[in-house]
């Protein structure tokens, strides 16, 4: 057998062992414990919105507003956690948990505690504020850490290709996702980490230096990108934050 004979053996064998275990971990995931969380999520879900019904309907409508707030308090965090692993993180998504979480806050304290009812109300101004400045300081400080995270998985310099760009409008404005054609042991991969910006945005056709995860390339960053988004991130998050402190001083002013 030649040398060629045998590499291409080597990679048949390989690809097969890496088949096998895609398909082990399909199964897991489609296993009895799966099916038993996606069911306990749904009876969890619907058993919310009744309670909520039922709630409105008795006159309780400060407990429906807390039933509501864990609603979304919960998928906040699911979706928070979820979109940060993909590398697909974007600022909204931080205003499902802080907004649940101050539902539950505020219906629960009007709730059960009654004599305090006033200060409950003078407070949700002053609530609506920070939870535009913890929105902008997440923005910030993913804007920071996301990318050296990444920056330490992702250490293989490598060349990519532009083989497409996909589009979509947001309030807008026109957004690009590069689709890259990379080769890497012997293997030619298709990269797309489903991030749409306007910021150093690749021609089609045109080779870009990537780095990758060597072990897993689908894992990867473009430094021009990268660095890009960081900023404009980091702006956008101060420009958040300043926001509730502008309102703050022109609230004491005006008493």
Not at 75 to 91: D, P, V
Not at 165 to 190: A, N, Q, V, W
Request: charged share 15%; net charge negative.
């Amino acid at each position: 057998m030649t040398d060629y004979e045998t590499n291409r053996s080597d990679d048949f064998i390989d690809a097969y062992a890496d088949e096998k275990a895609e398909g082990a971990d399909e199964k897991k995931k489609s296993g009895p414990l799966s099916i038993a969380i996606s069911a306990f999520f749904l009876v969890w879900f619907f058993g919310s919105i009744i309670a909520m019904i039922y709630l409105s309907g008795h006159g309780m409508q400060d407990l429906s507003i807390a039933v509501f707030g864990q609603l979304f308090l919960i998928f906040g965090i699911i979706g928070l956690i979820s979109s940060i692993q993909n590398h697909s993180f974007q600022a909204f998504i931080l205003l499902f948990p802080l907004v649940g979480g101050g539902c539950l806050f505020f219906s629960l304290g009007y709730h059960f505690m009654p004599e305090s009812r006033e200060q409950f109300s003078e407070m949700i101004p002053y609530a609506a504020l920070a939870l535009f400045f913890v929105v902008g300081l997440g923005i910030v400080l993913y804007g920071i850490i996301g990318p050296v995270m990444l920056r330490n998985k992702c250490t293989q310099s490598i060349l990519g290709r532009v083989v497409s760009i996909s589009s979509k409008t947001d309030d807008g404005t026109r957004l690009y996702c590069p689709t890259y054609e990379i080769y890497f042991r012997s293997e030619t991969h298709m990269l797309c980490n489903n991030v749409y910006s306007n910021i150093s945005v690749p021609n089609e056709g045109e080779s870009v230096e990537l780095f990758i995860n060597p072990d897993k390339p689908e894992e990867f960053y473009n430094p021009k990108q990268n660095g890009s988004l960081s900023v404009f991130l980091i702006v956008f998050g101060l420009l958040f934050m300043a926001v509730p402190v502008i309102c703050l001083i022109c609230m004491n002013f005006a008493q």
